[in-house]
């Protein structure tokens, strides 16, 4: 390379390093002042985003993490009596309306078709989701 192309590069990485600082240093101090404190910087600013940012639907934890049977309870109701007031609806509407994911529901469906509390009908994604002979417990 020429001299020409090597004062070229130094400048834009030195550049790049300097606006990747800046960018760096807003982000702490907005979350900072997000979270009402100006206590040490970095790890504080870290733990307070990730701490703060769960996933909705299953808790944290990677690959694996159960949810406990009060979470899948509630669920579990919440779609019965959402298919008992819209029958015939597919997963995909249903996750709309209830702002769930196919993964979440996919435990609690299954344990409610087992139980008769709901039917299915089709295959994949056309299945549409029915009230069942047997009536939820309360």
Do not use: H
């Not at 020429?2 to 130094?10: L, V, Y």
């Not at 206590?39 to 909705?56: K, N, Q, T």
């Not at 990677?62 to 406990?68: D, F, P, Q």
């Amino acid at each position: 390379m020429s001299d020409f192309q090597n004062e070229m590069n130094r400048v834009v990485q030195g550049f790049v390093a300097q606006i990747t600082e800046l960018a760096r240093r807003a982000a702490i101090d907005t979350l900072e002042s997000a979270f009402g404190g100006r206590g040490a910087r970095g790890a504080s600013a870290a733990a307070a985003l990730s701490a703060s940012f769960g996933r909705v639907g299953r808790p944290r934890g990677g690959r694996g993490a159960k949810r406990s049977s009060a979470d899948l309870e509630v669920l579990s109701e919440r779609f019965a009596s959402f298919v008992k007031a819209n029958p015939g609806l597919r997963i995909e509407q249903i996750n709309k309306q209830l702002g769930t994911t196919t993964k979440d529901l996919a435990l609690p469906i299954r344990k409610l078709i087992s139980d008769g509390i709901i039917g299915a009908k089709g295959q994949k994604r056309s299945t549409t989701y029915f009230p069942g002979k047997k009536k939820p417990k309360n």
